[in-house]
């Protein structure tokens, strides 16, 4: 499992109670009790949240906790919630260039603006994104499409035009899929 790292802000009593519990825990705690040098922690970790007691601290990735008392193991289950929801996000995005792709909403993001995408798109959108070449028609027809090579289609083709015109009506951009001698790529 990746390192989880839960950042108890200003805090001292829950840090030494949960200090005590680390050996049982899924998730390294670590005490901050300066805002800069929390921010600094913060960059340097893909995988942390954050417990606090004030509200308008603006900042990503937190719990408050506001009400006392609370039981321990009520915390600790939140705590692991919110981590698989961290862990969840994470699996579902893929950033691409300035473009966002959400594979749970089946979007394509870029600033304010979204697209919504067929589920055979997103794929078409993430096998592209995974190759540094050219993928030719054959490859995308057997790999998204599971079409044999030898039947003749121009379903691929059809796919990419619409794709394109989709992404160059929502977005301005005509350059998102390109066409190579050797098949499409994403620039």
Known sequence: MNNQYLIIYKFNALFQILEELDLDLNFKIIQETDEN???NKVKNLNNYLIILNNTDFNIQNKII???FPINIL????KINIEFLKLQFNNQSQINLNNYTL???SREILKKNKKLKLTEK???TIIYLSKSDNPVSIIELQENV????????????ETHI???RKKISDV???KEFIKSKKNGYQIS
Do not use: A, G
């Open 37 to 39: 040098s929390l921010n």
């Open 65 to 67: 906790i506001d009400h």
């Open 74 to 77: 009520t915390l600790i289950e």
């Open 102 to 104: 959400n594979l749970n």
């Open 121 to 123: 798109e997103i794929n």
């Open 145 to 156: 499409w599971q079409y044999q090579s030898d039947i003749e289609t121009h379903t691929v």
């Open 161 to 163: 035009y619409r794709l």
């Open 171 to 173: 977005f301005d951009d």
